[in-house]
């Protein structure tokens, strides 16, 4: 089944046609800034000029960094206040005119890497774990997704996890991949602590093979630890697959 796949971030909002029988794209990506401020109505405009920019009259999956129960924002921590209790697949639907499945970002990055990434074939307790401006999670018990965790707010050193070791906290304080690491570390502690997982997946920015090679080694977990292969076509290949269920 062929999906349009959109990923909304802070910066862009990226979009491209799915083949979710294997993840491929089937267009070269297309990427338009995200507007400011990106209020719902700001976005579902843009969303609607990514369904045109494809001629595209099919299913539409998309992503929010945001907590999305059956279509209906419920946290806006990193997206304008205007989206608590927005009703987005209608929303988007309405701008489109396209059936609009819609959830967490990070919840289509997992997806994408539990059925054609890192993640395929492994059962039990698996946490994808996107690391970036935030911390973003998603949870998965044998291959199947536990929607909206939002564990990058867990407490970690008094404060929000994603505030003491996101990607963001690296380069505002100018640390060392191994400074860096060990705040890290302690997040995965608290993980694996609470849950006890099978396997944790990496992604993000942070799980090029570039940067995967400066930090790997100052990490240990008893889970499986896995850096993450599809990158930044994972939200885009994850809405996809969401919309094909």
């Not at 405009?45 to 595209?56: E, L, N, Q, S, Y």
């Not at 907590?67 to 304008?80: D, E, F, K």
């Not at 505002?172 to 608290?190: H, I, N, V």
Request: glycine fraction near 12%.
């Amino acid at each position: 089944m062929d999906v349009l796949g959109i990923d909304i971030g802070g910066t862009g909002i990226k979009g491209a046609p799915v083949d979710t029988r294997d993840g491929s794209l089937l267009a070269e990506r297309h990427r338009i800034p995200t507007p400011d401020p990106a209020t719902p109505a700001a976005v579902a405009d843009i969303v609607a000029d990514m369904v045109r920019h494809f001629g595209w009259t099919g299913p539409v999956g998309a992503t929010v960094p945001a907590r999305v129960q059956h279509g209906l924002v419920r946290t806006a921590a990193n997206i304008h206040d205007q989206w608590i209790d927005t009703q987005v697949d209608r929303l988007f639907s309405d701008a489109t005119g396209c059936s609009v499945t819609v959830l967490n970002d990070a919840d289509a990055a997992g997806l994408a890497s539990m059925r054609f990434g890192a993640g395929s074939g492994l059962d039990g307790i698996v946490f994808f774990i996107t690391v970036g401006t935030g911390i973003g999670s998603a949870m998965f018990y044998d291959q199947k997704l536990i929607p909206n965790t939002e564990l990058g707010h867990l407490r970690l050193k008094g404060g929000s996890a994603e505030d003491y070791a996101s990607n963001r906290v690296r380069r505002e304080k100018d640390l060392s991949w191994k400074k860096w690491a060990r705040r890290f570390q302690k997040y995965l502690d608290r993980i694996e602590f609470l849950f006890a997982p099978d396997a944790i997946i990496i992604g993000g920015g942070i799980s090029r093979p570039m940067k995967v090679a400066k930090y790997w080694d100052y990490l240990s977990t008893q889970a499986a630890l896995i850096p993450a292969e599809l990158e930044n076509e994972a939200g885009i290949i994850g809405a996809a697959a969401a919309a094909a269920r």
